[in-house]
Structure formats: structure tokens, C-alpha cells
């Protein structure tokens, strides 16, 4: 082999290797900080593995392209190369995940203080470097050049061999980030064969407004790992990204018409159906009148599916008001600064929500929950209910 298809080999492996590690940070969020069953590195940390071995190594690079340009005055480069057995094999081992034991150093494991970005622009500036050092190194230099390396007995090795090994160090990683995905996606496999065959949980949480329910909602989601819907949300979406929903809903505005239940009805039922396979499903704030009880459980009943649990908050009116007041003075929203608009807020509930959620008192079980103390402690108190 000729020292300009070795230098190549490695080039080629570099810039290969690098394009599969870069392509690590467009995927999903819950995969990179998905923590496998052996307890070992998430994605993320990997990746910030990488690019902290590439940064000693690249130390190490850097002093010995240095010193094999320095030899160039003292050794015969000529006889070198002539006699040099080129075989990068002694160093594919390297990127094969778990093929041997290897004790890693403190300053190599991740620490988390990096962001994504960080990582990966470091690892660009580290591919570059690399390449650079090959570019200073084009004629065999590097072979002037060799250091002791004793990460599985390799023994001293050229600056060649350090650049590659530095390469196949980021596959063997890559490697193990594909087992993680591969877990990762057997399990939401199994998770979601499991939620099949449980059925959809759907949990109803209700309450007036300033309750704090879609506080609550939103730390039920992460927990849970359900679908938080806000209904009035949705529809402001449908809307706005005119959908045929959202086109006919406005067209019903327009006139000055009330939104059918029909609609409704066809809103629900997509909303179960892009949801389908999920765990469960929380809808917020909804229903708000009592048509929108016999509608949500009807559509559920078509979809093959049922209410699981519902969770009332409880706020005294009072304590509403005065939650209304400081609503309308702290707020930056134009809306929120009209202290009638929420008193108007509350009377809605009061006339229209209170009795729907005593209808439905009458149709299923649904349990009150204090609203009033620290988010914590409500938190607490719902999460209580569900274990029940």
C-alpha cells in the first residue's frame, strides 16, 4: 500500500465516522436522554464522550505531528516508508462496542455542562483538526512519529495510527448509541402493545378558572406521559391552520352561530385518533357544559374507549376572586388587564361548567381535590387520587 491510500483510508473514515455522529443531534429529544436498562451513558452523553476523548487525543495528535515534522531533518523518511507494513487492522478493534475492557479516566466522563450545540461544533472543529494534521503530514511524515498507547495493549503507535484510532474510538460509540435506539424503540414497542391492551386511559381534569388546573395538567403530561389537550387550545389551532374543522367553526363565528355539537363531536374524535397507541390521553378544562358530558362520553363510547378517572379542583369562589384581581394587575396580556373579563371568566363557570360537572357526578365517580395551598402540595394530593 502506497503512503497516499493510507493517509486516504484514514480521511475517508474520518469524514464518514463524523457524518454518522452528526447526525445523532436531529434525532428525537426522548431518545437522547433515554437512560438504557444497564444504567449506561443516554445519547446526549455519548456524544459529549466523543467530543472530550477527541479533545486529549487531539493533544496528543497535535505534539507528535510536531515532532514527526522535526524528525524529518533526523530520520530516513524514504527507508521508513519502504520498510513501514501499512495494517490499520491492530486498531479496527477499537470501534467495536464492548469488545474488551477499557478504564476510563474521570476527565473523559461526560459532565453535562456542555450544550448540544457546543458539542457539536467542537466536534466539527475536531474533524477539521484531525484533517489538518493529515494535510501537514501528506508524505509519511506521521511515521517519524510514535507515542505509547495503552488502551488494549496497542503498544507505541505513528501519528496515523493516533488520528485513526481517534476515528474508530468516535464508531465504537456510534455503535453503542444504535443499541440504545434499538432498546429505546423495542420498549416504546412494548409500551405501546401494553397500552393497547390496556385501552387508552382518559383522565378529565375540571375546575373553575384560576384553579390552577392547567398547571396541574401540564405536570401530570411529563409524569404520566399522557397527551395534555386543552380543548380551547385546540380549537384556537384548528383555526388558526384552517383545518376543515377550524374553517367550519369560523364560519359558524362569523354568523354569530353556536358551534354545533356535531363539530365537536369531529374534533374529539380526531383528537382520539392522533393519539391512538398513546398511554392516555388529559383533557383539560373540558366538558364545560353539560351537552359537552353526553358528547365526550358518547364519542369515547363509538372510539371504543371510556373515562378512567376524573379530578375536580376545588377553589372556593372567594379565593377565586381575589386570584382574578391579582390576574388583571400582574399580568402582560392585554386581555388579562380588564379585571371584568375575568369576573365574566368565573361567572361562565359558575353558570354554565359547576352544573355540567354535577351532571357528571350522576354518570361516574369523580373525585374533589382542595385547590387551594402550593403546587407541590396540590400535585400531591391528585396523585394520591390516581393511586387509588
Request: a negative charge; glycine letters at 6%.
Amino acid at each position: 500500500m502506497r503512503i497516499t491510500t493510507y493517509i486516504q483510508e484514514i480521511q475517508l473514515h474520518l469524514i464518514k465516522t463524523h457524518s454518522r455522529i452528526l447526525e445523532w443531534f436531529d434525532k428525537n429529544e426522548n431518545l437522547k436522554t433515554y437512560r438504557p436498562i444497564d444504567q449506561g451513558w443516554t445519547i446526549a452523553e455519548i456524544l459529549e464522550h466523543i467530543a472530550l476523548t477527541s479533545h486529549f487525543l487531539l493533544i496528543l495528535i497535535d505534539k507528535g505531528t510536531e515532532k514527526a515534522l522535526r524528525n524529518v531533518k533526523k530520520i530516513s523518511l524514504e527507508e521508513l516508508k519502504n520498510e513501514y507494513h501499512y495494517n490499520l487492522n491492530k486498531i479496527d478493534e477499537i470501534g467495536i462496542h464492548k469488545s474488551f475492557d477499557w478504564l476510563r479516566p474521570e476527565h473523559m466522563e461526560p459532565q453535562g455542562e456542555k450544550s448540544e450545540l457546543e458539542i457539536k461544533d467542537e466536534l466539527i472543529i475536531q474533524l477539521n483538526r484531525c484533517l489538518n494534521q493529515l494535510g501537514k503530514l501528506k508524505n509519511g511524515e506521521g511515521l517519524l512519529y510514535k507515542t505509547t498507547m495503552s488502551v488494549n495493549d496497542l503498544g507505541k503507535i505513528n501519528v496515523y495510527e493516533y488520528i485513526y484510532f481517534l476515528s474508530k474510538h468516535a464508531e465504537r460509540h456510534i455503535r453503542q448509541m444504535e443499541e440504545n435506539q434499538v432498546e429505546f424503540e423495542e420498549q416504546r414497542t412494548n409500551e405501546n402493545v401494553e397500552n393497547n391492551q390496556k385501552g387508552m386511559q382518559i383522565l378529565v381534569i375540571t375546575g373553575p378558572p384560576y384553579s390552577g388546573k392547567g398547571t396541574q395538567c401540564e405536570i401530570l403530561e411529563e409524569v404520566l406521559q399522557y397527551k395534555h389537550i386543552s380543548t380551547g387550545d385546540r380549537i384556537r389551532s384548528e383555526k388558526e391552520n384552517n383545518t376543515v374543522i377550524g374553517k367550519e367553526m369560523k364560519a359558524y363565528e362569523e354568523k354569530g352561530m353556536l358551534v354545533p355539537d356535531e363539530l365537536m363531536e369531529n374534533l374529539l374524535t380526531k383528537i382520539i385518533k392522533e393519539n391512538e397507541g398513546k398511554k392516555g390521553i388529559i383533557f383539560d378544562g373540558y366538558p364545560r357544559t353539560t351537552p359537552q358530558v353526553d358528547t365526550l362520553i358518547e364519542v369515547l363510547k363509538a372510539n371504543q374507549k371510556e373515562i378512567s378517572q376524573i379530578i375536580n379542583i376545588e377553589v372556593p369562589k372567594e379565593e377565586l376572586l381575589k386570584r382574578a384581581k391579582e390576574r388583571a394587575k400582574s399580568s402582560n396580556r392585554k386581555d388579562d388587564k380588564d379585571e371584568s373579563i375575568h369576573l365574566k371568566r368565573i361567572q361562565i363557570f359558575e353558570e354554565h361548567t359547576r352544573p355540567a360537572i354535577q351532571y357528571l357526578k350522576t354518570k361516574m365517580k369523580v373525585d374533589d381535590i382542595d385547590g387551594i395551598g402550593s403546587i407541590q402540595s396540590i400535585t400531591e394530593r391528585i396523585n394520591h387520587q390516581l393511586k387509588k
